[in-house]
């Protein structure tokens, strides 16, 4: 901001548009040099009869440069001044004024420096006491939330260790790729789970006495029978409503090995099939449910066929 001093007053028979030479201070006033020093910004006032400009100079030896024009007699551009005597004094401009009595607007101004301070001004005070955020108004000095907006995903790949509480809120998805990772609670994507596997082959092996059937890892199971099942677990089904199948191929040893089937299996007439033993060969079985699991009915595909 250019300065300002008190009571600065000289002359100057200077004429045109060129920088002020300065004939010194007037009776009762201080030179532009005392006031300021050399090299400074400042507002002056040239008047001289009916010419008369407005503006932003810098002080010299002795000098007063004519940097910007705020207002002039020459439609506020710079005054090409006549012959004659004319006052230089330094004056608070209009153009640049601020004042606090009065209420007023300010409009692309901006209030630089590094001591500039506005304290206990109210939010009342202010015409905008709030900023809006995602449809959220937090006031001025004080902290929010922000919801993210829902949005929709179109053609979207979701990373590897995409997890559940990385999906709180789940809008539209269409044509997703879920690559890597993905974790989704049933809270956060609902079943059905994923059941069209095209047929996908796993071999779970028996452990202490239990064999599961994950049904997330496949829907076509070859297991050998080495040992005796006391637990068979059928596990992730889909949700009651949707139907889902798998099939069971048992390969035999040559060793009778027992096996306990769940409750929930319902074979035909009630009996369960005897397993084939003879070493090479194996039964194929079919289970199909459509109550998430509650009831699985199971049949026989084919038994004591050759598979070497």
């Given at each position: 901001?250019?300065?300002?001093?008190?009571?600065?007053?000289?002359?100057?028979?200077?004429?045109?548009?060129?920088?002020?030479?300065?004939?010194?201070?007037?009776?009762?006033?201080?030179?532009?040099?005392?006031?300021?020093?050399?090299?400074?910004?400042?507002?002056?006032?040239?008047?001289?009869?009916?010419e008369w400009e407005?503006?932003?100079?810098?002080?010299?030896?002795?000098?007063?440069?004519?940097?910007?024009?705020?207002?002039?007699?020459?439609?506020?551009?710079?005054?090409?001044?006549?012959?004659?005597?004319?006052?230089?004094?330094?004056?608070?401009?209009?153009?640049?004024?601020?004042?606090?009595?009065?209420?007023?607007?300010?409009?692309?101004?901006?209030?630089?420096?590094?001591?500039?301070?506005?304290?206990?001004?109210?939010?009342?005070?202010?015409?905008?006491?709030?900023?809006?955020?995602?449809?959220?108004?937090?006031?001025?000095?004080?902290?929010?939330?922000?919801?993210?907006?829902?949005?929709?995903?179109?053609?979207?790949?979701?990373?590897?260790?995409?997890?559940?509480?990385?999906?709180?809120?789940?809008?539209?998805?269409?044509?997703?790729?879920?690559?890597?990772?993905?974790?989704?609670?049933?809270?956060?994507?609902?079943?059905?789970?994923?059941?069209?596997?095209?047929?996908?082959?796993?071999?779970?092996?028996?452990?202490?006495?239990?064999?599961?059937?994950?049904?997330?890892?496949?829907?076509?199971?070859?297991?050998?029978?080495?040992?005796?099942?006391?637990?068979?677990?059928?596990?992730?089904?889909?949700?009651?409503?949707?139907?889902?199948?798998?099939?069971?191929?048992?390969?035999?040893?040559?060793?009778?090995?027992?096996?306990?089937?769940?409750?929930?299996?319902?074979w035909p007439g009630?009996?369960?099939?005897?397993?084939?033993?003879?070493?090479?060969?194996?039964?194929?079985?079919?289970?199909?449910?459509?109550?998430?699991?509650?009831?699985?009915?199971?049949?026989?595909?084919?038994?004591?066929?050759?598979?070497?």
């Amino acid at each position: 901001m250019p300065a300002l001093a008190d009571r600065v007053k000289e002359s100057t028979t200077t004429t045109g548009t060129g920088t002020l030479t300065l004939d010194g201070a007037a009776t009762g006033f201080q030179s532009f040099t005392t006031a300021f020093g050399n090299g400074v910004s400042v507002y002056y006032v040239i008047a001289g009869g009916s010419e008369w400009e407005v503006g932003i100079g810098t002080t010299g030896a002795g000098t007063l440069s004519r940097d910007t024009v705020l207002q002039s007699s020459n439609a506020d551009a710079k005054v090409v001044f006549s012959a004659g005597t004319k006052d230089v004094f330094c004056s608070y401009v209009a153009d640049r004024a601020v004042t606090t009595v009065d209420a007023v607007t300010l409009t692309n101004k901006t209030i630089s420096g590094a001591s500039n301070t506005l304290s206990n001004i109210g939010n009342a005070a202010l015409t905008n006491s709030s900023v809006t955020v995602n449809g959220t108004a937090i006031a001025l000095g004080a902290s929010g939330t922000v919801a993210a907006a829902a949005g929709t995903l179109t053609g979207a790949t979701l990373a590897s260790g995409v997890t559940a509480s990385s999906l709180t809120s789940v809008g539209t998805l269409t044509a997703l790729t879920l690559g890597g990772t993905v974790s989704m609670a049933d809270n956060v994507i609902s079943r059905p789970r994923f059941t069209d596997y095209a047929e996908t082959y796993t071999t779970p092996a028996i452990s202490s006495n239990t064999l599961t059937l994950n049904l997330e890892n496949g829907n076509v199971f070859r297991v050998t029978r080495n040992a005796n099942i006391s637990t068979l677990t059928i596990s992730n089904p889909a949700a009651s409503g949707n139907a889902c199948s798998f099939t069971l191929i048992f390969d035999a040893n040559g060793t009778s090995y027992t096996i306990t089937w769940p409750a929930a299996v319902k074979w035909p007439g009630g009996t369960a099939p005897t397993i084939t033993t003879t070493n090479s060969r194996s039964d194929m079985f079919v289970f199909y449910t459509n109550n998430a699991g509650t009831t699985w009915y199971a049949m026989t595909a084919a038994q004591n066929f050759v598979t070497t």
